[in-house]
């Protein structure tokens, strides 16, 4: 046996998942007849179980492509295999399923799933049957047409089947055209549709169902196809006990025979047996001549060997145009991989593993951000904020400072000589700056830090095609930092602890510092500057901005001595006085009152703000290159700026250090494992291949190279084939 049709079915499956146009198909044969002609009987009987979803309400809403693999008893039983079972190919994690029952009820789900507003779907399901008991066959099963629209049925609903039917009959399928013989052939849809795409009835098989329910004569009459003649002639089949044999009976009770274990061929066959032999066989042969071989065609297993003959012959007439097709989309498609992809071979793992690798690698080269001078240096930046708002809380708000500097420049003066009040200034100045939560701040800052770079590269290409695996990446690396942050913040503010007692500063450390300070304060300054700079010129020049700011000392005074005195009066009042005087005042109204806008008196406000600032930070830059503040650290109460900006560093410096050691090192230590253990370990095959598919490039790249290969296979394997059946003829020939 060449097994031609098993061969050519294989290719068909091949050519069907590079892609569906028509040029590429090999034939099937297309199961059509209106609703309850019978045909999911004719179906099951020929696949000799029940297997096809039930129910009275449109249960079949997408077709379903059929491949029936016929395995040879020996080898099946030989095997660890099951002997019969079906697989869904689109769906391999189902594996073989040798329950049919089960198979029923994942087609009525599939059916199902269709969601109720399209009613019907032409998205085929595949299933597949391997059995000693099938005949090598493709078949697809679609929705039986509509004989009566109904309330729930709508005529809407009929075209849309009667369309996706239309898609299926054409060339070079084989038309099954189910009829019940109760029902008149005129008024059979199939029979019609078939007429319409295959006016000569070359490619239609007609079954006739229901025999049993017509005087046998009258069956014959049918099936002889005298007045709807088709060149493949009609197979007569009694599918089904009659409904007085109980729902499906029969069915049901050869279910439990010993010899057919779930299998509904002893029931068919016994009813086509009683049917067709016996009395009326008479009836079914040829009139006047003898020989049940020329008789009409009877039966479901008359029915199988005709398919099966109809398909092989239809099949090997497509065998030369298919090979020529195929060959001509093999030559595009590799012509196309060589061009686009100069003919590199790639697969999922392969991409998978490099983008892994590229990920390693640019989570490396960002990590040199994170050097401990980076960090330290961002560290100081934002230790160093946080000294110049308590020197502006402490010292620049204090209208004592000035005095403080004044102090410094008198040399006899000792540190010792000092008011204890700034002493104790510079102790809290201090305790603050220790006291502000370092360990806490500093490490949510590395730790901001970290998790930008992590966001950055996972909302990169090619994570942007990945927004899974981007955001579990993220996930995770959020996760380590969660569970180190609390340890580093702890090791950190503890390291820091001793600077809240007690700051030893020795010269170099002083000189550095107050160099430091000196810097700060040039950069304050010039901020300052340049805020009043933009104020300036908002208000027109120096000669303007004069005038407004006398303006505004002016109203302040004023507003000083109004607060002043209404102070006094309150008071007064309180102790019983009159309130007439306080009336008074409030008529009163400064000189050039209206001179200016609102606005205006704002940008004076500030201006003299800033240049009240910027007097007292010249005064303290000017203090700090001092001969005084260059002494050294024991000149500490004199030079609060020089002494806190040690503080700040010595900080920073220690904070760097913990946080490297708890944070850094364990973040860049576990952030790579993790990548191994969550994406690269962690995808099965088949997510492998759903996440390489995920980027657009690869996909393309993969879909080519697919194409080509299974072209190739195909091509082969069609020669192959081609090879074997001209031998055939050869021989054929020969004897
Ligand atoms: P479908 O809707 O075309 O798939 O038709 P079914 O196969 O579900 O059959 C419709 C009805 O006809 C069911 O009640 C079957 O039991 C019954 N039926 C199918 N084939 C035969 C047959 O050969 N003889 C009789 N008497 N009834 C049948």
Known sequence: LLQLTRKLIEIRSVLLSVDQSDALKLPSIVVIGSQSSGKSSVLEAIVGHEF??????MVTRRPIELTLIHTPPSTASSSTTPIEYGTFPNMPQMGKITSFSSIQKVLTELNLSVPPELAVSDDPIHLQIHSPNVPDLTLIDLPGYIQLSSMDQPEELKDKISTLCDKYIREPNIILAVCAADVDLANSPALRASRRVDPLGTRTIGVVTKMDLVRPELGAQIIRGERYPLHLGYVGVVCKAPPSGGAAGVFRSFRGDKDQPG???????????????????????????????????VGTDTLRKRLMEVLETSMSGSLHG????????????????????????????SYVAETVDALKARFKEYTQ????????????????????????????????????SRLGEDRKLTPDDLDAYWKYKLETASSLLTKSGVGRDSTALVADGLRGLIDSIATGEPFTFHPSAAERIVEFSHAILRERMGVTADQV???????????????????????????????????????????????????????????????????????RRRMASLTRRDEGDGEQDMDQEEGSTPLDAYKYSSAQIIDGRHALLLSNRLALLKMRQHALKSRRCKIGPDESAFCPEAFLSVVADKLAYTSTMFINIELLEQFFYQFPREIDSRILYDLDREEIKRFARENPKIRHHLELQERKDKLEQSDASLAHTAGQVSGRISRAKAL
């Open 52 to 57: 096809l979803p039930k129910g009275n309400n």
């Open 263 to 297: 299998n509904v061929t002893g029931a068919v066959l016994k009813r086509e047996e009683e049917f067709f032999g016996g009395d009326n066989a008479r009836w079914f042969k040829s009139q006047g001549r003898l020989g049940a071989e020329k008789g009409l065609l």
């Open 322 to 349: 298919i090979t020529n097709a195929v060959q001509l989309e093999l030559e595009e498609a590799s012509y196309q991989f060589k061009v686009q992809y100069n003919d590199r071979r790639i697969t999922s793992e």
């Open 369 to 404: 951000q994170f050097t401990k001078p980076a960090v330290r240096a961002k560290l100081k930046g934002m230790l160093d904020e946080r000294l110049m708002d308590i020197l502006e809380q402490l010292y620049w708000n204090d209208p004592r400072t000035p005095e403080l």
């Open 493 to 563: 503010e503890n390291c820091i602890k001793p600077y809240k007692y007690e700051v030893e500063v020795d010269d170099r450390e002083w000189a550095q510092g107050r160099e430091r300070a000196e810097v700060k304060f040039g950069e304050e300054i010039e901020r300052c500057e340049t805020k009043l700079a933009e104020i300036r010129k908002r208000v027109g020049g120096s000669r303007r901005m004069g005038g407004l700011v006398g303006h505004v000392a002016e109203l302040e005074k004023w507003e000083e001595e109004r607060r």
